[in-house]
């Protein structure tokens, strides 16, 4: 069953402005990981933070992790054009690195 | 050099055709896999491979089948060619199979209309 949902299904704001992706998931984990895909290409990974860890930072990147309440968010600051792509946040609940991907935020920026 | 490269990226065929497509990657990672996305964004795992066995196979029907001649390749065949399985199917690796924080690598995806 899938794992990870998130919210907003898609998301148009202006360069510069900040993005905020969240993340829900149902089952314990031990890392949650945030992935990116840009048009006709394959997911890039982001960042990882772990079960243990509340916060974790990555350049223009702030991933945050509340596991009592089994979400995640992803922050992108000063967003660019570039950054126009599906972001998927992926766990690993079996613990076998067999990751189960959410249905990923669109992002939209415009210049 | 792309790390994990797979071909072909474009596959257009028709119902009942069977067709291949292959996966290498370059990392030297222990674990292979394939990945579904449908029309939707929706990425389901298909397959995993450590070291050339099988780990995972995801209630994917028989007619499709992997095969891992050596860790560094793993391809998928496809029998039987059906209108539901036009997707995009894409190949990944990582380091090893077990354990925690370990990070996918993923191929540019191969893009499979059934006609």
């Known amino acids: 069953s899938q794992q990870g949902e998130e919210d907003p299904q898609a998301l148009s704001i202006q360069e510069g402005e900040n993005a905020t992706m969240n993340c829900s998931y149902k089952?314990?984990?031990?890392?949650l990981q945030w992935y990116r895909q840009n048009s006709g290409r394959g997911l890039v990974h982001l960042i990882l933070?772990?079960?243990?860890?509340r916060e974790k930072h990555s350049g223009r990147l702030r991933v945050t992790l509340d596991t009592s309440k089994k979400s995640s968010s992803l922050l992108i600051t000063a967003s660019r054009a570039a950054d126009t792509a599906s972001y998927f946040c992926?766990?690993?609940?079996?613990?076998?690195?067999?990751?189960?991907f959410g249905k990923g935020t669109m992002l939209l920026v415009s210049p | 050099d792309t790390a994990v490269s797979q071909t072909p990226k474009y596959l257009v065929t028709q119902m009942g055709n069977d067709k291949s497509i292959k996966c290498e990657q370059n990392?030297?990672?222990?674990?292979m896999y394939w990945y579904k996305q449908d029309s939707k964004k929706f990425l389901k795992i298909m397959f995993s491979?450590?070291?050339?066995?099988?780990?995972i196979n995801e209630t994917v029907p028989n007619r499709f089948s992997p095969k891992s001649p050596d860790k560094a390749h793993l391809n998928l065949h496809i029998n039987s060619l059906e209108l539901g399985d036009s997707a995009v199917y894409f190949c990944?690796?990582?380091?090893?199979?077990?354990?925690?924080?370990?990070?996918?690598?993923f191929g540019s995806g191969t893009q499979l209309s059934v006609l």
């Open positions: 990392l030297g990672h222990d674990t």
């Open positions: 089952t314990s984990i031990n890392n």
């Open positions: 992926a766990t690993d609940p079996s613990g076998y690195s067999t990751l189960t």
């Open positions: 491979y450590n070291n050339k066995e099988l780990i």
């Open positions: 933070i772990r079960s243990n860890e």
């Open positions: 990944a690796s990582s380091q090893k199979h077990r354990g925690s924080d370990e990070k996918l690598f």
